[in-house]
Every structure is written in structure tokens, then in C-alpha cells.
């Protein structure tokens, strides 16, 4: 059993920045694809960024070149560092862990999960 804790969402004005953890805890971290998807008010929850064990990085084209996915084993955390923000990336932000990269990045492929943390971007 793994529990991940995120932390670090806000306010912030659009073009601004924040940086997302997620810490895991409860089973080796290291091998595991950590994952963050976003979920705002009305639609469905979709696929953010994801780094692989073997340090690949994946991105939804509507946050790359903006943000960053990192790890750092060690602390068994994983960091979604946000740039340029817009109102558009308002939502829940929750972390997600799974043994290998899935098909299709999507929720139903993970079976751990965060307790979410809100980002609000205002205008």
C-alpha cells in the first residue's frame, strides 16, 4: 500500500509560477511511474506530466514547455514545478502512482492516489 500527500497549490495571478510535491510513502518509490493529473470544476480528471523510473518524462500538450515533472528518489517525493500559468490550469492537481507506464495516460490506469491540492490562477 503507497500513500502520497501533496502539497504547495494556491493562488496565483496568470503568468505566475508554483511548484507542486507529492511525497509517497509506504513501498519503494524508486521503480514506480508517478504521475499527475488535474481536475477542475465540471470536467473530467486528465493526465498532466509523469516521470518513469527510468527518467522519461511524459507531458499533456497543453502544459509542455510550461511545466516540469521531477523526482528525487531519496526524499520519495516528485515535484510538478508550473510556470506561465493561465486561468485554463485552475483545477485540483493530484498525484498518482503506478508499477509501470500504462497504454493511455488516463485515471483509470493508476490505483494510487493523492487527496488532491487546489490551483487557482486568476486573470
Known amino acids: 500500500q503507497v500513500q502520497l500527500v501533496e502539497s504547495g497549490g494556491g493562488l496565483v495571478q496568470a503568468g505566475g509560477s508554483l511548484r507542486l510535491s507529492c511525497k509517497a510513502s509506504g513501498r519503494t518509490f524508486s521503480t514506480y511511474v508517478m504521475a499527475w493529473f488535474r481536475q477542475a470544476p465540471g470536467k473530467e480528471r486528465e493526465f498532466v506530466a509523469a516521470f518513469s523510473w527510468t527518467a522519461n518524462t511524459y507531458y499533456a500538450p497543453s502544459v509542455k514547455g510550461r511545466f516540469t515533472i521531477s523526482r528525487d528518489n531519496a526524499k520519495n517525493t516528485v515535484y510538478l514545478q508550473m510556470n506561465s500559468l493561465k486561468p485554463e490550469d485552475t483545477a485540483v492537481y493530484y498525484c498518482?502512482?503506478?508499477?509501470?507506464?500504462?497504454?493511455?495516460?488516463?485515471?483509470?490506469?493508476?490505483?494510487?492516489w493523492g487527496q488532491g491540492t487546489q490551483v487557482t490562477v486568476s486573470s
Open positions: 498518482a502512482t503506478r508499477p509501470g507506464v500504462p497504454t493511455v495516460w488516463r485515471g483509470s490506469a493508476f490505483g494510487s
